[in-house]
């Protein structure tokens, strides 16, 4: 008689496919609308006469949310586990740290 562990490729993809079942799924529509508010919110920005030193850091920082809500939500990123958001989020924090430093 055989038994499956848990070190089977097979059964983990198995339990890594229900425990993604029971995760609540987030309306694409409803990130559409948080994305369109948020480019709305940048373009009002950019009108006002500010100084830009505040715009510059304040529109990368809504820019690098608008992507990580792309990345995480259209790219399924999620409901993956967190290593591959980690792996995601490494490059992308390091490119936007690199270009605040270079623009100030």
Known sequence: MTTTTTTDP???SEEHFEESLHRKHTSPVLVFGILT????????I???ELPKSLIV???LAVSFTKAMLVAAYYMHL???RWLYTAVFLAPASFAV???AVLLS
């Open 10 to 12: 097979i059964v983990r």
């Open 37 to 44: 508010v948020l480019t709305i919110i940048e373009i009002v």
């Open 46 to 48: 950019t009108l006002f």
């Open 57 to 59: 850091p304040f529109l």
């Open 78 to 80: 999620r409901y993956e």
């Open 97 to 99: 740290f690199l270009i």
